[in-house]
Protein backbone atom coordinates (compact mmCIF):
# COMPACT_ATOMS: atom_id res chain seq x y z
CA UNK A 1 0.00 0.00 0.00
CA UNK A 2 1.17 3.47 -0.81
CA UNK A 3 0.14 6.50 0.38
CA UNK A 4 0.31 9.75 -1.88
CA UNK A 5 1.61 12.90 0.37
CA UNK A 6 0.01 15.18 -2.14
CA UNK A 7 -3.13 13.73 -1.93
CA UNK A 8 -6.25 16.05 -0.67
CA UNK A 9 -6.84 14.35 2.41
CA UNK A 10 -3.10 14.21 3.36
CA UNK A 11 -3.09 18.14 2.75
CA UNK A 12 -6.03 18.90 4.64
CA UNK A 13 -5.00 16.72 7.32
CA UNK A 14 -1.10 18.58 7.28
CA UNK A 15 -3.14 22.33 7.01
CA UNK A 16 -5.38 21.19 10.33
CA UNK A 17 -2.22 19.89 12.45
CA UNK A 18 -0.58 23.67 11.20
CA UNK A 19 -3.90 25.35 12.53
CA UNK A 20 -3.45 23.32 15.88
CA UNK A 21 -0.23 24.20 15.97
CA UNK A 22 -0.61 27.52 15.24
CA UNK A 23 -3.27 28.08 17.82
CA UNK A 24 -1.54 26.49 20.82
CA UNK A 25 1.94 28.37 19.82
CA UNK A 26 -0.89 32.16 20.11
CA UNK A 27 -1.92 31.05 23.50
CA UNK A 28 0.68 30.08 24.99
CA UNK A 29 2.71 33.36 24.15
CA UNK A 30 -0.52 35.48 25.40
CA UNK A 31 -0.07 33.71 28.99
CA UNK A 32 2.72 36.62 30.06
CA UNK A 33 0.04 38.99 29.20
CA UNK A 34 2.06 41.69 28.04
CA UNK A 35 3.21 39.72 24.78
CA UNK A 36 -0.67 39.35 23.95
CA UNK A 37 -0.16 42.58 20.91
CA UNK A 38 2.79 40.93 18.95
CA UNK A 39 1.42 37.07 19.75
CA UNK A 40 -1.76 38.85 18.20
CA UNK A 41 0.17 40.61 15.20
CA UNK A 42 2.05 37.66 14.55
CA UNK A 43 -0.71 35.22 13.99
CA UNK A 44 -2.51 38.24 11.62
CA UNK A 45 0.62 37.99 10.08
CA UNK A 46 0.74 34.48 9.08
CA UNK A 47 -2.89 33.97 8.77
CA UNK A 48 -2.85 37.21 6.48
CA UNK A 49 -0.22 35.52 4.06
CA UNK A 50 -1.74 32.07 4.20
CA UNK A 51 -4.90 33.83 3.19
CA UNK A 52 -3.26 34.90 -0.34
CA UNK A 53 -3.10 31.48 -2.19
CA UNK A 54 -1.60 29.46 0.81
CA UNK A 55 1.64 31.66 0.63
CA UNK A 56 4.10 31.55 3.51
CA UNK A 57 4.76 28.74 6.26
CA UNK A 58 2.53 29.76 9.23
CA UNK A 59 4.23 28.01 12.01
CA UNK A 60 8.04 28.86 10.92
CA UNK A 61 7.69 32.24 10.26
CA UNK A 62 5.39 33.02 13.31
CA UNK A 63 8.03 33.67 15.36
CA UNK A 64 10.30 35.48 13.22
CA UNK A 65 6.84 37.79 12.87
CA UNK A 66 6.43 37.50 16.67
CA UNK A 67 10.20 39.23 16.98
CA UNK A 68 10.11 41.70 14.64
CA UNK A 69 6.51 42.83 15.45
CA UNK A 70 6.75 42.78 19.49
CA UNK A 71 7.93 46.61 19.93
CA UNK A 72 5.50 48.54 17.95
CA UNK A 73 2.74 45.81 18.65
CA UNK A 74 3.19 45.91 22.43
CA UNK A 75 3.36 50.17 22.62
CA UNK A 76 0.14 49.78 20.45
CA UNK A 77 -1.86 47.60 22.97
CA UNK A 78 -0.87 49.57 25.49
CA UNK A 79 -2.72 52.08 23.63
CA UNK A 80 -5.86 50.27 22.76
CA UNK A 81 -6.37 47.23 24.68
CA UNK A 82 -5.58 48.26 27.93
CA UNK A 83 -8.03 51.60 28.16
CA UNK A 84 -10.71 48.88 26.68
CA UNK A 85 -10.05 46.57 29.28
CA UNK A 86 -10.52 49.19 31.85
CA UNK A 87 -13.70 50.61 30.53
CA UNK A 88 -14.96 46.90 30.23
CA UNK A 89 -14.60 46.84 34.18
CA UNK A 90 -15.93 50.34 34.71
CA UNK A 91 -19.01 49.23 33.06
CA UNK A 92 -19.50 46.40 35.66
CA UNK A 93 -19.09 48.98 38.09
CA UNK A 94 -21.99 51.17 36.85
CA UNK A 95 -23.84 48.75 36.14
CA UNK A 96 -23.84 47.67 39.86
CA UNK A 97 -25.34 50.58 40.55
CA UNK A 98 -29.37 51.09 40.12
CA UNK A 99 -29.28 54.95 39.03
CA UNK A 100 -30.60 55.74 35.43
CA UNK A 101 -27.02 57.79 34.74
CA UNK A 102 -24.71 54.97 35.97
CA UNK A 103 -26.95 52.57 33.59
CA UNK A 104 -26.02 55.25 30.95
CA UNK A 105 -22.59 55.21 31.88
CA UNK A 106 -22.24 51.43 31.91
CA UNK A 107 -23.60 51.73 28.15
CA UNK A 108 -21.18 54.22 27.08
CA UNK A 109 -18.32 52.05 28.91
CA UNK A 110 -19.35 49.42 27.26
CA UNK A 111 -19.72 51.47 23.83
CA UNK A 112 -16.29 52.41 24.04
CA UNK A 113 -14.74 49.05 24.91
CA UNK A 114 -16.00 47.11 22.08
CA UNK A 115 -14.95 49.95 19.86
CA UNK A 116 -10.83 50.25 20.94
CA UNK A 117 -11.31 46.62 20.92
CA UNK A 118 -12.06 46.73 17.18
CA UNK A 119 -9.59 49.25 17.00
CA UNK A 120 -6.59 47.13 18.77
CA UNK A 121 -7.92 44.28 16.29
CA UNK A 122 -6.72 46.71 13.47
CA UNK A 123 -3.59 48.12 14.52
CA UNK A 124 -2.74 44.42 15.16
CA UNK A 125 -3.49 43.35 11.71
CA UNK A 126 -1.77 46.87 10.17
CA UNK A 127 1.62 46.01 11.87
CA UNK A 128 0.66 42.33 10.37
CA UNK A 129 0.29 44.03 7.05
CA UNK A 130 2.16 47.13 6.88
CA UNK A 131 5.01 48.96 8.29
CA UNK A 132 3.68 52.30 9.57
CA UNK A 133 4.75 54.17 12.33
CA UNK A 134 3.11 53.66 15.42
CA UNK A 135 1.40 57.15 15.42
CA UNK A 136 -0.16 56.58 11.94
CA UNK A 137 -1.11 52.74 12.91
CA UNK A 138 -2.78 54.24 16.15
CA UNK A 139 -4.33 56.95 14.36
CA UNK A 140 -5.97 54.57 11.63
CA UNK A 141 -6.64 51.90 14.09
CA UNK A 142 -8.83 54.66 15.33
CA UNK A 143 -10.63 55.73 12.50
CA UNK A 144 -11.22 52.39 10.59
CA UNK A 145 -14.12 50.85 12.51
CA UNK A 146 -16.17 54.04 11.91
CA UNK A 147 -14.80 54.28 8.45
CA UNK A 148 -15.44 50.14 7.97
CA UNK A 149 -18.95 49.55 10.63
CA UNK A 150 -20.20 46.45 8.80
CA UNK A 151 -16.45 45.06 8.36
CA UNK A 152 -15.85 45.64 11.72
CA UNK A 153 -18.96 43.93 12.90
CA UNK A 154 -17.20 40.70 11.05
CA UNK A 155 -14.22 41.27 12.79
CA UNK A 156 -15.69 41.37 16.16
CA UNK A 157 -18.39 38.72 15.47
CA UNK A 158 -15.51 35.84 15.87
CA UNK A 159 -14.06 36.77 19.09
CA UNK A 160 -17.64 37.60 20.58
CA UNK A 161 -18.87 34.19 19.20
CA UNK A 162 -15.81 32.21 20.71
CA UNK A 163 -16.29 34.07 23.89
CA UNK A 164 -20.11 33.59 24.06
CA UNK A 165 -19.60 29.59 23.20
CA UNK A 166 -17.44 29.20 26.49
CA UNK A 167 -19.95 30.95 28.60
CA UNK A 168 -23.34 29.32 26.91
CA UNK A 169 -21.53 25.81 25.94
CA UNK A 170 -18.39 25.10 28.56
CA UNK A 171 -17.23 21.96 26.68
CA UNK A 172 -16.41 24.74 23.44
CA UNK A 173 -13.55 25.72 25.27
CA UNK A 174 -11.71 22.36 23.86
CA UNK A 175 -12.48 23.43 19.91
CA UNK A 176 -11.68 27.15 20.75
CA UNK A 177 -8.23 25.68 22.52
CA UNK A 178 -7.37 24.10 19.31
CA UNK A 179 -8.27 25.83 16.32
CA UNK A 180 -10.03 28.59 17.53
CA UNK A 181 -8.05 31.12 17.23
CA UNK A 182 -5.95 30.57 14.32
CA UNK A 183 -9.03 29.60 12.18
CA UNK A 184 -10.78 33.05 13.34
CA UNK A 185 -7.58 34.66 12.69
CA UNK A 186 -7.59 32.88 9.13
CA UNK A 187 -11.10 34.05 8.29
CA UNK A 188 -10.90 37.76 9.75
CA UNK A 189 -7.58 38.23 7.17
CA UNK A 190 -9.88 38.02 4.32
CA UNK A 191 -12.04 41.03 6.15
CA UNK A 192 -8.59 42.82 6.76
CA UNK A 193 -7.33 42.06 3.80
CA UNK A 194 -10.85 43.64 2.08
CA UNK A 195 -10.66 47.03 3.95
CA UNK A 196 -6.81 47.46 3.74
CA UNK A 197 -7.22 46.77 -0.05
CA UNK A 198 -10.06 49.65 -0.15
CA UNK A 199 -8.13 52.38 1.87
CA UNK A 200 -4.80 51.18 0.54
CA UNK A 201 -4.01 54.53 -1.70
Known amino acids: ?51 DDESGRPLKDYFPAFRANFGRATVLMLCLLLPAALL ?33 LYAMAQVAYFRNTVRQTLKNALLLPAAEPVRTLGVLVIPVTAVALMILFP ?3 ILVGTIGFSVGAYATAFLFRSVFTRHDA
Open 1 to 51: MRIDPDSRTIGGFSTFLTFVGLNLLYIVLCLPVVTIGAATSALYEVTLRYS
Open 171 to 173: PAA
Open 88 to 120: GFSSVFWFSHPALLAGAAGIAAVIGAVYLFAAF
